[in-house]
């Protein structure tokens, strides 16, 4: 009797249906990242980022600049990207590795100051937005929703806050990124 290797038993793991199969960068981030609760504010800051240059775009896009946006916005350290000025945008603007977008590039700038703000009245940004659910994760069905009332009260607060590029939908990805909302399709393998 054969033996299924790793890659082929991994492949016939049932996923949710939106994953591109043939990008490995995406089934890892699926398989690994997806929907798993995130508590670390440097790497919600990252996906918060990357989150707002998706407007507009496809995830699997960002996803496959996400190393050359690494390297660009050295690391998503918040307080480096806060001292980001004409200079750096105007190099990031030649640098054809992400999404050079004068609008996104300037937000991104605005955001991690007040990112970095409700750090400091919450302690952390985590503390922050897992207190909209108590520090649970929301389980929900998978289907074609693209916002609810917890991204519509987020987004809300963060623009109030002065944050762009923070739509309900954008908010509502973030969050399934992040894992405060799980909504694994119920035949993944990773379903709540």
């Known amino acids: 009797m054969m033996s299924m290797s790793k890659e ?4 016939a793991l049932p996923r949710c249906s939106w994953v591109p199969m043939k990008n490995p960068l ?6 690994g990242e ?17 989150e707002t240059f998706q407007a507009g775009l496809s995830w699997e896009c960002i996803l ?8 660009a916005y050295e690391g ?8 980001f000025d004409e200079k750096k945008i105007a190099e990031l603007m ?9 609008a996104k590039i300037s937000a991104s700038i605005a955001n991690s100051r007040v990112f ?10 985590d503390a922050y937005l897992w207190g909209f659910t108590g520090g649970k994760t929301v389980c929900e ?3 074609v929703r693209t916002t609810s009332p917890l991204s519509d009260e987020i987004s809300k607060d963060l623009k109030k806050r002065g944050m762009k590029f923070v739509g309900s939908t954008t908010i509502y990805a973030y969050l399934q990124s992040a894992g405060v909302i799980n909504a694994h399709s119920k035949d993944c393998f990773l379903a709540p």
């Open 8 to 11: 082929n038993a991994d492949e």
């Open 26 to 31: 995406y089934v890892a981030y699926h398989d």
């Open 34 to 50: 997806w929907g798993r609760p995130l508590h670390d504010d440097r790497a919600l800051f990252e996906l918060l980022i990357l």
């Open 64 to 71: 496959n600049k996400r190393e050359n946006f690494r390297r």
């Open 76 to 83: 998503f350290v918040p307080e480096t990207v806060a001292r």
């Open 94 to 102: 030649s640098d054809s590795g992400i999404v050079r977008n004068r």
């Open 116 to 125: 970095l703000e409700i750090q400091k009245e919450f302690g952390t940004f």
């Open 141 to 143: 069905s998978w289907d």
